[in-house]
């Protein structure tokens, strides 16, 4: 069975620094991949997602996240934090088709 | 396009009773899947209906149910209500049955007392 760890339940960035969240996967088959963003009292938005193109991916908001087979590793990096970037990030594997399994989440505060 | 709607988006129940959670998705989507997310077990995958059948099921009793319905819109039913089942309960939506790439809907928060 897939599964993911999330490192950091809480992660604290200053406004204007590089937001790093890590995420390392675990999975028998080539890994469909995945970030969510959670804001209070909302639903999940995806943010981005590896479908085993390129191993380096583009998403909204100015995040990108880069798979790497050998750390089996899928980080979520945006070069600069903005105050609206505080909220809740789940990384997440496909379990087949739209079963999707959840990493337990991070939490990121920005500070101004 | 509208987004995914869930209604009711708060609700109250009793132990032992139960309830009836409504997920509409966003036109021309086929696929609906119905999450829980919880503080102590995170978000855990329930169930997914496409075109009207249970394509894929997590690992929750029997007292959860859910069924979809010819223009897509899907329920899911909780029987037998325990206090653990106090959670967040989101319905995605997708076009098709391996799109990877599904909308969330708001949630409804459901609360056991």
């Known amino acids: 069975a897939q599964s993911v760890t999330q490192l950091g339940s809480h992660v604290s960035v200053s406004e204007g620094a590089l937001v790093l969240l890590r995420c390392n996967y675990s999975?028998?088959?080539?890994?469909?991949l995945f970030w969510y963003v959670q804001y209070p009292n909302q639903g999940l938005q995806l943010l981005l997602k590896?479908?085993?193109?390129?191993?380096l991916v583009k998403g909204i908001n100015g995040f990108e996240a880069e798979f790497k087979k050998s750390e089996t590793s899928f980080h979520l990096t945006k070069p600069s934090a903005h105050m609206s970037d505080a909220a809740e990030y789940f990384c997440?594997?496909?379990?087949?088709?739209?079963?999707?399994?959840f990493g337990a989440g991070t939490i990121l505060r920005v500070k101004s | 396009k509208a987004g995914v709607t869930q209604t009711p988006r708060y609700l109250i129940k009793t132990r032992g009773q139960q309830v009836t959670l409504s997920c509409s998705p966003i036109?021309?989507?086929?696929?609906v899947s119905w999450y829980q997310q919880t503080p102590g077990q995170g978000l855990q995958f329930l169930f997914e209906?496409?075109?009207?059948?249970?394509?894929n099921k997590g690992n929750f009793p029997g007292r959860f149910s859910g069924r979809q319905f010819s223009n897509s819109r899907s329920e899911m039913n909780v029987s037998t209500l325990e206090l653990g089942d106090s959670a967040l309960y989101l319905c995605?939506?997708?076009?098709?049955?391996?799109?990877?790439?599904?909308?969330f809907g708001p949630g409804t928060r459901l609360t056991v007392t």
């Open positions: 590896y479908t085993s193109a390129a191993t």
């Open positions: 997440a594997v496909s379990e087949g088709g739209n079963k999707l399994v």
């Open positions: 036109s021309g989507h086929r696929s």
């Open positions: 209906y496409f075109s009207e059948t249970q394509r």
């Open positions: 999975s028998s088959v080539p890994p469909y």
């Open positions: 995605a939506s997708s076009a098709e049955a391996q799109s990877y790439e599904q909308y």
